[in-house]
């Protein structure tokens, strides 16, 4: 995907965090539209072209968690990453259940944020139809054959710990919280431990280290993240 065609709206009030991102997206091919409030964040959003929206949950007009919500009314596909303080895992949480697709936490490094750009990105096409062939290594997950591949052998999974990884496949990149995982996976509420038990078992069968997870990996206080290729 050409950067240079997508334009990133940063919603924060801080001038010295939207300054840090427009010289730092704009290096990137980026282009960059700034809003300071939650007015000004849906006037501009309201205006169309915005590809991707960066923003900060403490604004002087209105609750970050409102505005994530009307963007996510208004606006169903439009990648969204959160921009938290640290330990907020409460806020965090509650603006992924809400539908944000990832957060990072302040301070940040801008290589840390354009990863999380580009995977928000990449699941956007993703639901829009590509080809849903996950890789991470030696693991191989294709959705529309059920196959799961370590090199040359086909891992057997459970049907639990297939939905799992299905799940988690098809949001690839993104921070799911435990509860949308166990919503998606047993479709009403269970104990999370019965959903930590099935990560480690899921781990056993397709980590390198599963000691040491590389492909399913634990945000603490929230859930967990795929990552591949």
């Known amino acids: 995907m050409s950067a240079g065609a997508i334009r990133i709206l940063v919603v924060d009030d801080e001038p010295s965090i939207r300054r840090l ?11 960059i539209a700034e809003a300071e409030s939650g007015a000004a964040a849906l006037a501009a959003l309201e205006a169309g072209g ?11 007009d209105m609750a970050g968690h409102d505005l994530l919500a ?12 959160i921009l938290s303080s640290r330990g907020d895992e409460r806020g965090k949480v509650e603006a992924l259940d809400l539908g944000a ?13 354009l990863a999380r750009m580009r995977a928000a990105l990449r699941h956007q096409l993703q639901a829009g139809g590509a080809h849903p062939v996950f890789r991470s290594g030696a693991l191989t997950v294709d959705l529309v054959r059920r196959l799961v591949m370590r090199g040359e052998a086909e891992v057997k999974l459970t ?5 799992i990884l ?11 919280t435990h509860a949308h995982l166990i919503r998606e996976v047993w479709g009403h ?3 999370p431990q019965y959903l ?3 990560v480690r078992q899921l781990r056993q069968k397709i980590e390198p280290d599963p000691e040491q997870p590389s492909i399913i990996v634990t945000e603490t206080g929230v859930g967990y993240r795929l990552r591949g290729d």
């Open 196 to 198: 930590r038990i099935y």
């Open 159 to 163: 049907p639990k710990e297939y939905e």
């Open 101 to 113: 697709d990832d957060y990072v936490t302040k301070p940040f490094g801008m290589n840390e944020l």
């Open 70 to 81: 009307a963007i996510r009314s208004a606006h169903p596909a439009l990648p969204v990453i």
């Open 189 to 191: 509420a269970v104990d």
């Open 166 to 176: 299905r799940t988690l496949v098809q949001h690839a990149g993104k921070v799911l």
């Open 50 to 60: 915005t590809g991707l929206v960066i923003l900060d949950l403490g604004l002087p």
């Open 21 to 31: 991102l427009r010289t730092g997206l704009s290096s990137q091919g980026y282009e």
